[in-house]
């Protein structure tokens, strides 16, 4: 592995990447293994593959796993219905079987052209024989249609990301043929980085009271639902549009439910946290 090769991915001007996950990102394209990505909601597992396509300069292709996602529809569909409904109304020759063969997202990525990045979003969203399903084709990058007695083979082999948000435990068989990267939350000062992305004019007072405030509910241990990174950008942009300074006083936090998204969470932190008005006009947590 040469110095070259390891530092292909470097990040994007609209992605800031901590340099263990950019690593991460090299050495999984070096080793040409897929990379599994782990974290909690909003901390950018997505929004990675994205970065690493426009950095390298290559197509994005999107799988988004449902629960009743199987691996079979990642390769290829063949659609009986439509030769059925072809062989009933004429028109069209259905003795060629190959038209009514439809490349999923796996199989357009290994018949690509060029390489692409092959982002499997939420992987354990999936039922649990899923990953298991994926074994042999992520390993030999080909699979089989039996319809056309064909094996689709990679041209070039894609790069390969997977999201994961640990709602299952992923077979060890799988993970063996993985990178590994867990996502941890941004400190501070990584996320003054991540704010400044999107907003890079923000004034440095609104940014630190907004940051303060921020960290302040994600150190409540006893929240459902902590605040993510994409809830921080979106309550930044109500403030700014507000002309609020986002300054905690008294434990007040504006627009409290850009942040928190659980009733049981927002009820804890008026019990807990907000102080009573002496005026008795009560808790003021909408900024109005």
């Not at 930044?236 to 998204?261: C, H, N, R, V, Y």
């Amino acid at each position: 592995m040469t110095q070259k090769q390891f530092e292909q991915f470097k990040g994007s001007s609209d992605y800031v990447i901590s340099d263990p996950l950019k690593n991460a990102v090299n050495v999984s394209i070096v080793l040409q293994r897929p990379l599994i990505v782990r974290g909690e909601p909003g901390t950018g597992k997505t929004l990675l593959s994205h970065s690493i396509a426009s950095s390298l300069g290559k197509e994005l292709i999107r799988w988004n796993v449902k629960s009743t996602t199987k691996a079979s529809d990642g390769l290829y569909i063949y659609d009986t219905v439509q030769r059925l409904n072809d062989s009933r109304f004429g028109g069209k020759d259905v003795s060629d079987i190959k038209h009514y063969i439809k490349l999923g997202k796996l199989g357009q990525a290994f018949t690509a052209p060029v390489q692409v990045v092959l982002l499997i979003d939420e992987v354990d969203k999936a039922d649990l024989e899923f990953p298991n399903d994926l074994l042999n084709e992520l390993d030999e990058m080909s699979f089989y249609i039996p319809e056309t007695d064909e094996t689709i083979s990679a041209i070039l082999r894609p790069v390969v990301i997977i999201t994961s948000n640990n709602e299952k435990e992923l077979p060890d068989a799988f993970l063996r043929r993985c990178i590994f990267h867990y996502i941890e939350f941004p400190e501070p000062d990584l996320m003054e980085e991540i704010v400044k992305v999107h907003f890079p004019n923000i004034k440095s007072s609104l940014l630190k009271d907004a940051l303060d405030s921020f960290y302040v509910l994600r150190k409540i241990d006893d929240f459902r639902k902590k605040p993510s990174t994409s809830e921080l950008i979106d309550w930044i942009q109500a403030l700014m549009a507000s002309g609020l300074d986002g300054k905690i006083k008294d434990g007040e936090i504006p627009f409290l439910g850009t942040l928190l998204k659980k009733e049981t969470d927002i009820d804890y932190y008026v019990s807990h946290h907000v102080r009573k008005k002496p005026q008795g006009r009560g808790y003021n947590i909408s900024g109005n």
